[in-house]
């Protein structure tokens, strides 16, 4: 089975950066895509973007465009959320997932927290 770990959130204020990581463990095979979501208190969790093996077929949902990037390093079985120019609304819980062979593998969250 897959477990997946994430870290890096934290307390920044607006304007800030942070680099989200998602470390899995068991096998992920080439097939696999990964992607991160998020949700905030009293909202549904929603797609920040999804990644394929190759680095391809990128998916950022377009209130996230050109702030937030997603990259993945195979070696590591780990994929990276790069999150800049942050806003209050970016606070939520940030969650890595993989789908792969018909089954969907959940972390349990990293607190990403925007304010003054």
């Known amino acids: 089975q897959v477990q997946l770990v994430e870290s890096g959130g934290g307390l920044v204020q607006p304007g800030g950066s942070l680099r989200l990581s998602c470390a899995a463990s068991g096998t992920i095979f080439r097939i696999a895509v990964m992607g991160w979501y998020r949700q905030a208190p009293g909202k549904e969790r929603e797609t920040i973007g999804t990644?394929?093996?190759?680095?391809?077929?990128?998916y950022y949902a377009d209130s996230v465009k050109g702030r937030f990037t997603i990259s993945r390093d195979n070696a590591k079985n780990t994929v990276y959320l790069q999150v800049n120019s942050l806003k209050p609304e970016d606070t939520a819980v940030y969650y890595c997932n993989v789908r792969q062979l018909g089954s969907e593998y959940w972390g349990q969250g990293t607190q990403v927290t925007v304010s003054s």
């Open positions: 990644i394929g093996w190759s680095g391809g077929n990128i």
